[in-house]
């Protein structure tokens, strides 16, 4: 298993247990379960989490979800830290290492939360890049096995830019076997070492991996319909971008050539009137809340995985979850 998660393929091998065991916990939980609701793999331990973007989701599922687990959360913004500043990735590696039982980093170049990793002798959580977003796909894939119960069969579509959330999606629904169909302006497409591997993990388990530039032929007979910001952060002075994404925002006309049963995706924030209309955002068929609710479930199965994988596994046999 890998001891860092920067890419979801990172953690490819035991997706679908991560994900099951996510499931299965959340459950337990909500029915206030004993065992689950004692179930403290991080007791007494700190978890650093990085951010030089600001964050609503993440930073809310990642500080609850540490202390549920019996850890306490250090969040650490960008200005009041000494990173990017006068020290290196690399030094302050080594030094919150010290005092951490991991770290989770939002950073602008993936590049940042590789050396993080490179130089952390406690596991790395990559918490957004500009290349990946892995908390997010793990969460996503949870929404949709628990929205669908049967991932056979499935077609899920993506309509956007070809960024950091699409990455991990595709390679996520590669990983399941899941059919994975995406739609993207022409000059968008999403980083073709990524696309590659999304192919091969798609090749191995017989599903589809199909890219195009036309919504309408991405969406056809779709069960899931997934956009994000047509700008991501980092971004604001690309305003100019949005005109190059006419015909791809998720309204009522599009989603009406999917399966009657279309489920509608965002991993949030939502820019209601770009990407996505109101009427679709607040339609019955939107999971967009449970999809964000998910964040910390999925990330709370991923910490315990990769901080105490024996206490993971235990916990897993116990539910029976198939390991
Ligand atoms: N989806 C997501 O990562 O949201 P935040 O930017 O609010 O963390
Ligand atoms: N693609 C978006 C995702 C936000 C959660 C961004 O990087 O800003």
């Known amino acids: 298993m890998s001891e860092h998660l920067l890419a979801i393929d990172d953690v490819a091998e035991d997706f679908q247990d991560i994900l099951d065991w996510a499931i299965e916990f959340k459950k337990m939980w909500k029915a206030n379960d004993e065992i689950a609701m004692n179930f403290f793999p991080l007791a007494d331990m700190a978890v650093g989490s990085i951010y030089e973007k ?36 690399a030094d302050t590696a080594n030094v919150l290492s010290r005092f951490l039982g991991a770290i989770t980093y939002r950073c602008f170049a993936h590049s940042d939360v590789a050396e993080l990793a490179a130089n952390s002798s406690v596991p790395v959580i990559n918490a957004l890049s500009d290349k990946h977003h892995p908390c997010q796909a793990a969460a996503d894939l949870m929404t949709i096995l628990e929205h669908f119960s049967e991932k056979d069969g499935l077609k899920v579509s993506w309509v956007g830019d070809g960024n950091n959330v699409l990455h991990d999606l595709m390679l996520a629904c590669g990983i399941l076997g899941i059919d994975f169909h995406y ?58 971008k949005l005109a190059d994404f006419d015909g791809f925002q998720v309204n009522m006309d599009l989603v009406s050539g999917a399966n009657d049963k279309w489920a509608f995706m965002h991993c949030l924030p939502a820019h209601r009137g770009d990407e996505v209309t109101d009427a679709v955002m607040d339609h019955e068929n939107s999971i967009v809340f449970d999809q964000a609710e998910n964040r910390m479930w ?10 105490d994988n024996p206490a993971w596994s235990a916990m897993g046999d116990m539910m029976g979850v198939g390991f």
Do not use: C, H
């Open 183 to 240: 739609a993207f302006p022409k000059g968008y497409d999403p980083a073709a070492d990524v696309v590659a591997r999304a192919e091969d993990y798609a090749k191995q388990n017989g599903s589809e991996m199909v890219g195009t530039n036309d919504p309408k032929e991405a969406v056809k007979d779709a069960n899931v319909i997934y956009t994000d910001a047509f700008i991501s952060m980092g971004e604001e002075d690309m305003k100019d």
């Open 298 to 307: 999925a990330q709370m199965s991923l910490m315990a995985y990769l901080i």
């Open 54 to 89: 600001p964050s609503t989701r993440t930073r809310v599922s990642f500080e609850v979800g540490i202390n549920r687990l019996g850890g306490y959360p250090l969040t650490l913004l960008k200005n009041d830290i000494q990173l990017g500043k006068s020290e290196t990735v």
